[in-house]
């Protein structure tokens, strides 16, 4: 899963405008404009989209991690130069303050059924005995749940602009 389709869905699901989109970035003194999102918000194959990198995405998350929960006392997080599906999970879990029954719950929305075992193995550090890496499939499954939950709207969403309803396996 690349970075524009994670910065996409995220947009989607939260209803998110450019100008909240650039006071998220403000949020960790991060200066964007309004045609550099609308470039990383592009299809693929349109001949303005530019590349979103991990950086600019912790950014974002980071920016998001303030707006949602507050700034943090202390230090400042450094972005990651490289930006792993397990990372992007983290932070959205901190971003909107869930708790593994709550993560559980939304990954159920997608119609994925995980244990609290299972999706902790996601939150552990690399070289962990019981660590597991995010897949794009894991990760998609919760950013669709994260919209069906948080979307604006009476069901929290009226269509499925990633064609995402077929029946999950894992």
């Known amino acids: 899963m690349n970075n524009n389709d994670i910065l996409r869905r995220i947009r989607y699901a939260f209803d998110l405008s450019d100008s909240k989109m650039i006071s998220i970035f403000d949020q960790v003194d991060h200066q964007v404009t309004r045609t550099q999102i609308s470039d990383w918000l592009k299809k693929d194959d349109?001949?303005?989209y530019q590349k979103c990198s991990d950086k600019q995405l912790t950014f974002f998350l980071n920016g998001l991690i303030n707006d949602?929960?507050?700034?943090?006392d202390g230090p400042r997080l450094k972005p990651e130069k490289c930006l792993s599906n397990n990372a992007v999970f983290m932070k959205l879990k901190i971003a909107l303050n869930l708790q593994a029954d709550d993560v559980i719950k939304i990954l159920s929305l997608a119609g994925v059924k995980i244990s609290k075992h299972e999706l902790s193995a996601f939150f552990r550090r690399p070289g962990h005995?019981?660590?597991r890496e995010c897949k794009n499939q894991m990760l998609?499954?919760?950013l669709k749940g994260v919209q069906l939950k948080y979307r604006p709207g009476p069901e929290g969403m009226s269509e499925d602009p990633w064609n995402l309803t077929s029946p999950k396996r894992f």
Not at 68 to 72: E, F, V
């Open 46 to 48: 349109a001949p303005a």
């Open 129 to 131: 005995k019981h660590y």
């Open 140 to 142: 998609r499954n919760f």
């Open 68 to 72: 949602k929960r507050g700034k943090r």
